[in-house]
């Protein structure tokens, strides 16, 4: 049955048994849930597990710091099994702390079982080293004892993390062999979830990745899963890439899963860009931006978001935006900023990402005249609200632009003028020369529309002599709302 929840996500480590100092006291191992409690946030998830060791007391895997207590070599990791050990000596069980405040703080709790390896896995068997991974009977045994495990702490479920491969995690299959084995995965998945069941009434959702393409050939028949009600939702996602996108391809992914009444959460991912561009530093979204890609997701047809990673420790504007994603009705007439994500050359991100547009690379001996065309899909209403829009303003950055160079820009087949109406700044203050953002200001029938809309750029003309490439780096779209409607104006 679908539900709506608003997830935040911890991941153990970075933010929490990284961080403090032991012995942790109580308030100390709190603070995960705490710190966002009381917003719209709902649900819980803790992702008890690395390749190197799971931060829970498991009966069935080893612990993170097992392998190196006595021979730390960073604070990091000494930390992470001096806290968890500081709850065990008090016969605490620091997985059930989390649970425990979680229903104290009136929110669901899963964990997150990334399913590529684990500590103690035989290397022969290792899909890094060319082994089987779950291909093999004893691993995929293995794995289903720990999910059986977690379903078995007083908590509402289990989350299966596929989309941790590859920068996360290992592949369960070896790649060669994936899309011939995914049957395989499938009838693990169908006795996993029997024997949850037979545990209890628990939850089980799965991390998947954005399109049909990257699951079919990495083993995961998503569909059929979907087909059988073998998980209760699913989150589609890159994992190494986490450039938050309004945009993600899951339509396909949305369809499928409310055709058998399973619920769809986007992910929402923690930056605006990061150091995978060059001379870039790592941004975090504005709430505009989070509104903008909420709107995106809610106009999609998924059933709540899922966000992880905000700024840390998280603040009264964080709060305030994971109080903002709980429902569509707390973004309608709010400032929103669209953009567009650009691809990435991240190498354990290509084989599981899906295509970019941008950026786009105009080369005046070849390309004067040619039309790119740029899908931009928006989540506001604009017929509905329109009148309450203040502003609506197109930005395109551009390298390499001078005053000389002619474009033609079209938004719905609609032609801009260009010639009055339009800021132009520098992309980077540092390097002014090296490239330009323009902004123009959308009226009228130039507005874009909810939904997908159709973006057409052309370099018509470039200086004789000037031989360099302009390239479209970035599109970006603001929303501003006024708090009266403008039918004065009209």
Do not use: C
């Amino acid at each position: 049955m679908r539900q709506r929840r608003t997830i935040y996500f911890n991941d153990a480590r970075h933010y929490y048994l990284f961080v403090f100092e032991p012995p942790m006291r109580l308030e100390d191992a709190w603070v995960p849930v705490d710190e966002v409690a009381d917003t719209g946030v709902d649900t819980f998830i803790y992702g008890v597990s690395r390749d190197d060791g799971w931060f829970y007391p498991s009966r069935v895997g080893t612990r993170f710091g097992q392998d190196m207590v006595g021979n730390f070599e960073q604070a990091a990791y000494w930390r992470v099994w001096q806290n968890m050990q500081s709850l065990v000596d008090r016969d605490l069980d620091p997985l059930q702390v989390l649970i425990d405040r979680a229903h104290d703080r009136g929110m669901d709790f899963l964990s997150s079982l990334r399913m590529g390896a684990y500590a103690g896995l035989d290397q022969n068997l290792s899909t890094r080293e060319g082994g089987p991974g779950m291909a093999d009977p004893s691993v995929r045994d293995f794995m289903q004892r720990a999910v059986v495990e977690l379903a078995g702490y007083d908590a509402e479920g289990v989350e299966l993390d596929f989309a941790g491969a590859p920068g996360g995690t290992a592949y369960w299959f070896p790649q060669d062999r994936a899309a011939a084995l995914g049957s395989e995965m499938t009838e693990w998945l169908r006795r996993t979830r029997d024997a949850v069941n037979h545990v209890g009434d628990r939850v089980v959702g799965a991390r998947v990745y954005p399109t049909r393409e990257a699951n079919e050939k990495t083993g995961l028949q998503v569909e059929r899963w979907l087909e059988e009600g073998l998980v209760d939702y699913v989150v589609p996602l890159v994992y190494g890439f986490m450039i938050l996108d309004g945009a993600m391809p899951i339509d396909w992914i949305v369809r499928a899963a409310h055709a058998r009444d399973v619920s769809v959460y986007a992910m929402l991912q923690p930056y605006y860009a990061d150091e995978s561009r060059a001379l870039i530093a790592r941004q975090y979204p504005t709430p505009e931006m989070y509104r903008g890609a909420a709107a995106n997701a809610w106009q999609a047809g998924v059933d709540g978001m899922y966000s992880w990673f905000m700024r840390w420790p998280l603040g009264d504007r964080e709060r305030a935006v994971l109080s903002e994603l709980s429902s569509p009705d707390q973004i309608v007439d709010k400032d929103k900023h669209y953009f567009l994500r650009r691809s990435t050359d991240v190498p354990y991100v290509v084989d599981v990402d899906y295509p970019a547009h941008l950026p786009i690379s105009m080369d005046p001996a070849s390309d004067l005249g040619r039309t790119f065309a740029i899908p931009v899909r928006i989540g506001d209403d604009v017929e509905a609200t329109g009148k309450r829009i203040g502003r609506m303003s197109l930005r395109l950055a551009l390298t390499d632009l001078v005053s000389d160079d002619r474009l033609e820009i079209r938004v719905n087949g609609e032609r801009l003028p260009l010639m009055q109406g339009v800021r132009r700044f520098p992309i980077m203050p540092v390097s002014p020369y090296q490239g330009q953002w323009l902004e123009i200001e959308l009226s009228g029938t130039q507005r874009l529309r909810r939904g997908e809309n159709r973006l057409e750029i052309a370099l018509l003309e470039r200086p004789e002599g000037l031989r360099s490439k302009v390239v479209v780096e970035d599109v970006e779209v603001t929303v501003a709302y006024d708090l009266w409607p403008s039918r004065l104006l009209e």
